[in-house]
């Protein structure tokens, strides 16, 4: 069952088990059953390098060197924009931290306001576990023909809460598979640390072909990069 | 749990603050803005073989041997002064290492520095004062401010009274120190000597304080010198509030009174003329916190006074035969604390807000979040049951939102962030430090796992920063935005 704005409250300001902070105007963010959640300050972008592509199969201390790359991260001050050009991609994160407690799980969506104007605040993942802590990243994508300004503290998606009866007993934090609890800034992929991609590496050295993907990466590395200097990544 | 100021808590505390400022060079190095420039690489695995280095030496030269006493409490004086005098050896080595960084490209990342600094003046309602710029520095060293002046000085050698104009004021801020707000308290003290120059407050020192005819003109200079570092310290503690104090004590477990930071004026007589100027904090203690910190470390849980006990008791160990700075005033009357009481008035005389020190319940309240990991930025408000009833009894959105009031979060200032901040380091960070100390096999183990710690703990006074700032500015506009 989905919260509505009292239930919303009790659990916020009564009970105090489910954490959202800070929020700046309650009239303005509390709705029938959504809390409004903003912009917060952290910006994780990808930038145009030789890199040519992450291989999920080398080693995760290696892909995170790789990442180094091609991630840029961006810290604004309360008046300054980052400016999220058409079919650009960006990581963010909320200004709030959330706690949602072992008996409730959250949706994000975006605003409609902003959707009209060609904002997407998630690619797929829009579903915020029970026991989940932190900063939400946002997966911003820019679908409109026109360029957008994005400032800190502004309102670009909403919560909604829904009960799941029973306690569960597997809360995000707790979860032996959960890699982004606690974070407050926007936290970049970590697929590469799921189980699958050792199951995958081991059946390749396994079979040989191990050996045929990193000459494969080695002959793609070898190559003068497609991309001219200054092109952006995403276009 | 062991008296405050038993040897094994002050070697834990001394190796704590190193351990740290080792860990922070560290991570300043493997900031991706640095680490992903190519022509860093050589330097940044020269830097690293350094620490590591350090940290070997560390591990067999001071903790080997005493692993034990500090396991179980008995560890004596004298073995504890030479550890002492070890790690302050380690910590000159750690400044040497420092001076490095001038060599890497990259800035590292320091924009949450600049908020700090704008929540600072804001909270200070000091309006006369330039927006400061802020420098990374290679030197790690606090104290020298106005960088103006830096770049005065070989012209004013030249023989030309030159000028520069007027641009504002530049901080600068040791490297490895970038990430770490609990030590940007001490760009206050950089403020303060600014407003010490440019508001007259150095004329009105010189007019005021008790200079004697008959004693000697070193012993005067040396009156001046001090009263003016001294006004800046109480500048400084106006703007952070006892944060700054607690910053200044933790630079004291590490380097030697009158060592090389700062213009020499004794550690002693400074956290001396500060803490008269600091109620105790004693309303904050209570069995409440003790057990919302899980504390078994300290016996007291006054941060003020724990970290004034474990300083004076490093320095009587460590160099029991040089002056503490209050000492000896007879003989020097630059060291009698008396001598500099017009300060009080000169600098309550200046429009510098002081800070608010937060009331035991908000205290307690924010201690509490911070323990649990979540930020400080604010203290929420709380609605009873009766008006949660009453709201669901709501006929119309009118009445709801009537019924709801002005209910508010109220964020939290600077001085409220930093002394949780250092509240929690003191009885947490130190803690921590020494089960991570004594469980690992290695320094390098314990440092390993403890910056896992000292990440979070800045991360969580970075965020409490930007989002109480974000909730000032948003406050301070939200009338003229609805009616708008």
């Not at chain 1, 697929?191 to 072909?209: H, K, M, S």
Request: aromatic residues 8%; hydrophobic residues 40%.
């Amino acid at each position: 069952m989905v919260l509505n704005e009292t239930a919303i409250l009790y659990r916020l300001l009564v009970k105090k088990d489910l954490v959202v902070t800070p929020i700046l105007d309650l009239p303005q963010q509390l709705g029938s059953s959504t809390l409004d959640v903003r912009l917060g300050t952290r910006f994780l972008a990808q930038k145009s390098s030789s890199l040519i592509y992450l291989d999920p199969l080398r080693q995760a201390e290696q892909i995170e060197a790789d990442k180094l790359q091609y991630e840029v991260e961006y810290t604004l001050q309360s008046t300054q924009a980052y400016v999220l050009h058409p079919g650009e991609f960006v990581l963010a994160s909320t200004l709030e931290y959330v706690v949602i407690p072992a008996d409730l799980t959250a949706r994000l969506d975006g605003r409609s306001s902003w959707g009209r104007a060609g904002l997407e605040v998630h690619a797929t993942a829009g579903f915020v576990a029970s026991g989940f802590e932190g900063t939400i990243t946002f997966e911003l994508k820019n679908v409109s023909r026109m360029p957008i300004p994005l400032y800190p503290m502004l309102r670009v998606a909403q919560l909604s809460f829904y009960e799941i009866g029973p306690d569960t007993r597997l809360p995000y934090r707790a979860k032996a598979s959960s890699k982004y609890a606690g974070y407050l800034a926007p936290t970049g992929s970590t697929f590469y640390r799921d189980p699958e991609w050792e199951i995958i590496r081991r059946e390749l050295v396994a079979q040989g072909g191990h050996q045929r993907s990193e000459r494969l990466s080695a002959a793609l590395e070898a190559r003068p990069a497609d991309r001219g200097p200054g092109k952006s990544p995403t276009t | 749990m062991f008296q405050d100021t038993a040897p094994s808590c002050l070697l834990v505390a001394s190796l704590c603050e190193l351990g740290e400022r080792l860990s922070q060079l560290e991570l300043f190095v493997a900031e991706p803005s640095v680490r992903a420039r190519a022509e860093n690489e050589g330097l940044i695995v020269a830097l690293l073989a350094a620490v590591d280095h350090l940290v070997q030496r560390l591990d067999r030269q001071v903790i080997a041997p005493l692993r034990k006493p500090l396991q179980d409490g008995s560890l004596e004086d004298q073995a504890c002064a030479q550890a002492l005098e070890e790690v302050q050896r380690f910590a000159l080595a750690f400044q040497k290492a420092h001076q490095n960084l001038a060599f890497l490209t990259g800035h590292g990342s320091h924009a949450v520095t600049y908020t700090f600094v704008h929540k600072l003046l804001n909270e200070a309602r000091t309006k006369a004062l330039p927006a400061p710029d802020i420098c990374l520095g290679n030197e790690y060293d606090f104290f020298r401010h106005d960088l103006r002046k830096t770049l005065v000085a070989p012209l004013e050698a030249l023989g030309t009274a030159s000028r520069l104009p007027e641009w504002g004021l530049s901080l600068l801020l040791p490297k490895a120190e970038a990430g770490n707000p609990l030590m940007w308290t001490m760009l206050a003290h950089q403020i303060g000597h600014y407003i010490v120059d440019h508001f007259k407050v150095a004329h009105h020192i010189r007019a005021d304080l008790p200079i004697r005819t008959g004693t000697s003109p070193q012993s005067d200079d040396a009156l001046l010198r001090y009263a003016e570092e001294l006004a800046a310290d109480l500048l400084a503690q106006r703007l952070a509030g006892p944060a700054y104090f607690l910053s200044l004590a933790s630079l004291g477990l590490l380097f030697r009174p009158g060592g090389p930071l700062g213009l020499g004026v004794p550690l002693g007589l400074r956290l001396g003329h500060l803490r008269r100027h600091l109620k105790p904090l004693e309303a904050l203690d209570g069995q409440g916190l003790r057990r919302t910190a899980n504390v078994e470390l300290f016996s007291s849980l006054d941060a003020l006074s724990l970290a004034e006990r474990l300083v004076s008791e490093c320095h009587r160990l460590s160099a029991p035969s040089e002056p503490s700075g209050l000492s000896s005033s007879e003989q020097d009357p630059s060291v009698a604390l008396e001598n500099y009481d017009c300060l009080d008035a000169i600098i309550a005389r200046q429009r510098v807000a002081p800070a608010a020190i937060p009331s035991p319940e908000d205290f307690h309240a924010l201690f509490a979040r911070m323990c649990s990991g979540i930020p400080i930025n604010s203290l929420c408000p709380t609605l009873s049951r009766e008006t949660i009833k009453r709201l669901e009894g709501a006929a119309t959105p009118t009445e709801f939102y009537h019924l709801l009031g002005d209910i508010r979060e109220r964020p939290t200032t600077l001085a409220h962030i930093l002394l949780v901040g250092w509240t929690y380091k003191l009885l947490r960070s130190y803690q921590i430090f020494r089960e991570l100390l004594l469980s690992a096999a290695t320094l390098r183990e314990a440092l390993a796992a403890y910056a896992g710690h000292l990440r979070n703990r800045q991360a969580l006074l970075q965020k409490s920063i930007e989002t109480s700032f974000i909730q000032q500015t948003y406050n301070r506009w939200r009338g003229e935005a609805h009616g708008a």
